[in-house]
């Protein structure tokens, strides 16, 4: 079991669809981060949570801690979202970053 | 302006070839490094250097050998390719050394496919 996971894997939605991606880890963590890759490869830092909730336009990120468990929500969502979504955990007591495979998003119009 | 840049944005090769990737960012930043995106799109980090030198070097074959000619360069070199060397390279700066994520800036990656 990979100590990062995401779901779903995939995912297809239309133009306008609140969309809510999720990610679940193992391990102690000192901060999550939210990475958009675009289809021509290149990755951008979304978020960086250590507790709470982060709205950013119309990306929202939520993180419990107790529950080692964080969402990405994107409402009204827009074809330029279609993206891979990548969590990725800072380990508590080192410098490991430990990511997940990634949620494929195509926003249809 | 790019930021973070890498070449060859491609580059196909056979087994046992030596290749280099190039990175070099234009941001002033003291620190660099180097990840591999697997065809899982699980992302490791490889090496990370700060003011040219050597600070992570994560579980790597010897075949990979980092170089920093300078702070605004760190240049990745590989040595006998296999094919399991088949994935995306990613370059990334950040200001300092220890900086999270939301602080690093990513090249547009390299597509190494080993035949």
């Known amino acids: 079991k990979n100590e990062v996971e995401q779901s779903p894997q995939n995912l297809t939605a239309q133009e306008g669809e609140f969309i809510t991606i999720n990610c679940s880890y193992s391990?102690?963590?000192?901060?999550l981060h939210w990475l958009q890759q675009h289809p021509g490869g290149g990755i951008v830092s979304l978020f960086m949570?250590?507790?709470?909730?982060k709205k950013h336009g119309r990306l929202i990120a939520t993180i419990n801690i107790q529950e080692k468990h964080s969402s990405l929500h994107i409402t009204a969502s827009h074809p330029r979202d279609s993206a891979v979504y990548i969590c990725a955990v800072k380990g508590a007591s080192n410098y490991q970053l430990i990511w997940g495979a990634g949620t494929k998003l195509i926003i249809k119009p | 302006d790019t930021a973070v840049s890498q070449t060859p944005k491609y580059l196909v090769t056979q087994m046992g070839n030596d290749k280099s990737i190039k990175c070099e960012q234009n941001?002033?930043?003291?620190?660099m490094y180097w990840y591999k995106q697997d065809s899982k799109k699980f992302l490791k980090i490889m090496f990370s250097?700060?003011?040219?030198?050597?600070?992570i070097n994560e579980t790597v074959p010897n075949r990979f050998s980092p170089k920093s000619p300078d702070k605004a360069h760190l240049n990745l070199h590989i040595n006998s390719l296999e094919l399991g060397d088949s994935a995306v390279y990613f370059c990334?700066?950040?200001?300092?050394?220890?900086?999270?994520?939301?602080?690093?800036?990513f090249g547009p990656g390299t597509r190494l496919l080993v035949l």
């Open positions: 949570l250590s507790s709470g909730k």
């Open positions: 250097y700060n003011n040219k030198e050597l600070i």
């Open positions: 941001l002033g930043h003291d620190t």
């Open positions: 990334a700066s950040s200001l300092k050394q220890g900086a999270g994520l939301e602080t690093q800036y």
């Open positions: 391990v102690g963590i000192s901060a």
